[in-house]
């Protein structure tokens, strides 16, 4: 049980164009959803916290303009990184809390590989 | 800013020794910690999770402990196996219902046949 899926796994697009990454909790349902990038050999940095029915909530440094999120419903949240470039390279991966459940582990998909040429 | 840190940033072992790996958080007012493994190209998988009124935790060969006095996290892992070989990250939740994770910077394990 517990699963989180991303869609796309792997995308490529060009500079300027934007791109959109899907989160989706497969069983349960998620209030709470998060979003972190990734560099190779690096760790996971946390993006945002995206909300159902709310606005997200951004960490210090993620511009709210680039990486729009949009969490229209319990069981799915967007990102989407507009006019993407080269730098925006990384991969994606989020994370779903069930709504009910207290404080059981997040789950993660399994990622989306974004390369901006 | 504060930060989840790991000691080691590689570790190698022989298949069936056991392994240690360490991690190191600044934050007193973490309640929760989790331990990850990831897989190249995958996302973080749960290994088993800790909270701060515990000293230990086992679970199916992996066990868990922490020494609050001197914010340290470990992870142990009986009998490695050359499946165990990914990246770990020990994570921390500052308190709250939020649930936001810090993520450590990870270690790579890495088993030899």
């Known amino acids: 049980g517990a699963v989180v899926s991303q869609h796309p796994s792997r995308v490529i697009c060009k500079s300027g164009t934007s791109v959109k990454i899907e989160c989706r909790s497969l069983?349960?349902?998620?209030?709470?959803m998060f979003w972190y990038r990734q560099f190779p050999k690096q760790s996971l940095m946390l993006m945002a916290t995206?909300?159902?029915?709310?606005?997200?909530?951004?960490e210090q440094g993620v511009e709210k303009d680039k990486f729009l999120i949009n969490h229209a419903s319990l069981t799915l949240s967007t990102l989407t990184v507009t006019s993407a470039h080269p730098e925006d390279s990384s991969f994606y991966i989020c994370?779903?809390?069930?709504?009910?459940?207290?404080?059981?582990?997040?789950?993660f998909g399994n990622g989306t590989r974004l390369t901006v040429t | 800013g504060e930060s989840v840190g790991l000691h080691l940033p590689t570790l190698s072992v022989q298949e069936g020794d056991n392994s240690i790996i360490n991690c190191a958080y600044s934050?007193?007012?973490?309640?929760?910690f989790i331990w990850y493994k990831q897989e190249s190209g995958k996302g973080p998988q749960f290994i088993i999770d800790?909270?701060?009124?515990?000293d230990k935790r086992q679970g199916q060969r992996v066990t868990v402990l922490l020494n609050k006095t001197v914010k340290h996290l470990s992870l142990q892992i009986a009998a490695t196996q050359p499946g165990d070989s990914a990246v770990y990250f020990c994570?921390?939740?500052?308190?709250?219902?939020?649930?936001?994770?810090?993520f450590g910077t990870g270690t790579l394990l890495a088993v030899q046949p």
């Open positions: 800790i909270r701060s009124n515990m």
């Open positions: 069983d349960f349902q998620a209030t709470t």
């Open positions: 994370s779903a809390k069930p709504s009910t459940g207290g404080s059981s582990p997040l789950h």
């Open positions: 994570a921390e939740n500052r308190g709250g219902a939020t649930n936001k994770l810090i």
């Open positions: 934050n007193s007012a973490s309640d929760y």
């Open positions: 995206s909300n159902e029915g709310s606005k997200a909530t951004y």
